[in-house]
């Protein structure tokens, strides 16, 4: 066990547990030899030490207080890029007894951007290109700025939604950009609450009738999916799972071990049995840890308070899982990586801790199991979006997935809880068609099938936590949805009260 030690500490009088806790209160992750070389500093006090996190509180976003950055900071030169430190890890995904596990698209290794304004625009651009291509299958678009031109009394267009505001008459006004110009759709009779439900970055298509300088909705076209009945035909189960929180008080250490002796062929009736013996991959939607300085008061909740320690704990019970089983390992919010999305894989020195049947991808990742194609995101945007559409509550996770798939965007809100790191190409674009769509973050479970698509919310390992209580959050944990074999979704509980 790597621990970070305690000892009495330098002259000073700051322990190696006071700087841990200092770092934790203010949301940062540091690693073991970083706290040793502060220990080291004979200048070191609570005044110094607190101006030195106010400075890698600007720069850090949420990575691990390494010695390295530690050392620039020291001496007064801020790293500001934290976002081309990760590499892909570079895994046996071949081996020929088990099926074939192909990571096919992820940020991890792949991040180019600085946050800079040409990022976002570079960003916005990929998005509207990508789900402007799915569109024009749909309709025959011209550009904004040739309506002024042509004046066509009937037109289709595609845009990005710029802003939405009700008129004083009750209908609807949506600001619609492409590249070349901007227009005022307005929203009327039923199409006005397809308005109100827009959230605010959406790529549409828009077909109407012109008046003056604005156009008049007919329809109001989504990316969406196609009608798809098709399911892939196997002989193998995939289990989805997420929100572990270890380290947390509330993690469900009891139904956590059923559920790995299950995996074992250790509990269950013949049928689940069978059904463990099919198993061959497993998906973890992120918040594998409870992280540290995630939310106010945080600390009090933990039980333990090192992320070293957590990724360790992390780290035995995933050895408890039978090895012929992979385990994909995608980062969330609690997670010991940068906060903004896409989020890459869990750096080296935490993924190393793991088992060699974990393989970690980023946060979202498009994984193939042998001609399955799964998309997986931890989904914290989740949080803006049932904030933002009244019918949509936690207790129903899977509606939330049909609005991202309609949009065919994982993060479809810009500026709200979900920060963006703009990359060149949106990866956040959901431009091909998954097989399975599964996210966890709210720790509730739902899961359906909509146009062909399985969308899972696979449910939590951890009790409701006195800050969930106050946000009026009721998790059902415990809950594991399994895609068996020939397209058929089983859920198993492994939690009395859910
Ligand atoms: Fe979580």
Known sequence: MVKVEIKSSNDVGLSSLDIVSKFAERGLNIHPKAVRMLERLESLNVES??????????????????????????????????????????????????VKIKVEKDITGNSSCEGGIEDFVCHFNSRFDKLANILRRRVKSIPIASLSKIKPKEAEIIGIVCGVRETSSGNYLIELEDKTGRI???ATGKLREIASELLGEEVLAVSGILKGKNLIANRI?????PQNGKRPNKDFAIVFTSDIHFGSNAFLEESWNLFIKWLNGEVG??????????????????????????????DKELRIIDIYGQYEEAAEHMDGIPKKIKIILSPGNHDAVRQAEPQPALPKEFASLFPKNVIHVGNPAWVDVDGIKVLVYHGRSFDDIILKIPRLDYSNPVEAIVEILKRRHLVPIYGGRSPLAPEKEDLLVID??????????????????????LAINSSAWQSQTEFQRKVNLNPMPGNVPVYGPNGKLHRLRFYKGS
């Open 432 to 453: 091909e068609i998954p097989d399975v769509i599964h996210t966890g973050h709210v720790h509730t479970y739902g899961a359906k099938f909509y146009k062909g698509v």
């Open 221 to 225: 076209i989504f990316p969406d999916l």
């Open 269 to 298: 009736n013949e049928y689940m049995r069978e059904l463990a013996e099919k198993v061959k991959c497993i998906f973890i939607a992120g918040d594998v840890v409870d992280g540290v300085g995630i939310y106010p008061g945080q």
């Open 184 to 186: 005022n759709v307005i």
């Open 49 to 98: 030490l607190d101006s030195l996190i106010d400075k890698i509180s600007m720069t850090s976003r949420g990575a691990v207080v390494t010695p390295e950055s530690l050392q620039d900071l020291i001496r007064n030169k801020p790293k500001m890029d934290v976002y081309n430190s990760f590499d892909s890890y570079g895994y046996d995904l071949d081996s020929k007894k088990d």
